[in-house]
């Protein structure tokens, strides 16, 4: 089956070290997209890259790094300089275009304490 | 950039009602995508419906239809006959280059 895969569900770490989210699809898409999602509150982009090799920043790149050396993998690692990294993050893909829509992988819990 | 604005952050409908969840976005370009996604307890992102901005048409899928006002920027999402497991978070969301996502409502569906 396709689809969009994020391990782990949950994750725990100590304030201070980086930790990377692991994004895979087999959709082939040539799109992928990082968001953060706080208690009750809705999406905000992280990265995105529309090719393999390419990357831009969205709306709240700082703290957070990416990179995209193959089609189907989009992993994302969150720095120590990151202020408050425990949040819900989700990755999704899309073709490119404005018509396609986007599919999400099932999110990372991340806890930092 | 883009703007995409949900006003209510909670509704409530009885079941088997109708609602209505406000979305208005701000975009200079003339072609761009509205989406709705709804997000359950658990999590996951479900793609509800879309709609170019050169269709003219209001999309439908099944018991959800999108009121698309281009001139006003809004893309209002109407759920028919609402059923208990409609309750969830709605996001409203604009596609350009990227994709962005406003603040959601959160709906209730009550017995």
């Known amino acids: 089956d396709g689809g969009i895969t994020q391990s782990p569900k949950y994750l725990f770490r100590k304030e201070g070290q980086n930790v990377t989210l692991s994004c895979e699809q087999n959709?082939?898409?040539?799109?992928m997209y990082w968001y953060r999602q706080d208690p009750g509150q809705g999406l905000r982009l992280i990265y995105y890259?529309?090719?393999?090799?390419?990357?831009q920043k969205g709306d709240i790149a700082e703290g957070y790094s990416v990179s995209r050396e193959k089609k189907e993998s989009f992993p994302l690692t969150v720095t120590s300089a990151q202020k408050n990294p425990t949040a819900f993050y989700l990755c999704?893909?899309?073709?490119?275009?404005?018509?396609?829509?986007?599919?999400f992988g099932p999110g990372t819990r991340l806890t930092v304490t | 950039a883009q703007k995409i604005t949900q006003t209510q952050p909670g509704m409530f409908v009885q079941e088997k009602e109708a609602v209505t969840l406000d979305c208005t976005y701000d975009?200079?370009?003339?072609?761009?995508?509205l989406f709705w996604y709804k997000q359950p307890s658990s999590g996951e992102m479900i793609f509800l419906i879309y709609?170019?901005?050169?269709?003219?048409q209001n999309a439908t899928e099944g018991r959800y239809s999108l009121n698309f006002q281009k001139a006003r920027k809004s893309a209002n999402l109407v759920i028919s006959a609402s059923q208990l497991g409609d309750s969830a978070m709605y996001f409203c969301?604009?596609?350009?280059?990227?994709?962005?996502f406003g603040a959601g409502t959160r709906l209730t569906v009550k017995p």
């Open positions: 969301a604009m596609r350009e280059y990227d994709m962005r």
């Open positions: 709609q170019g901005s050169y269709d003219e």
């Open positions: 999704a893909s899309s073709m490119p275009g404005i018509s396609y829509e986007q599919y």
């Open positions: 975009t200079s370009d003339q072609s761009y995508g």
């Open positions: 959709l082939n898409h040539d799109a």
């Open positions: 890259s529309q090719i393999v090799n390419d990357f």
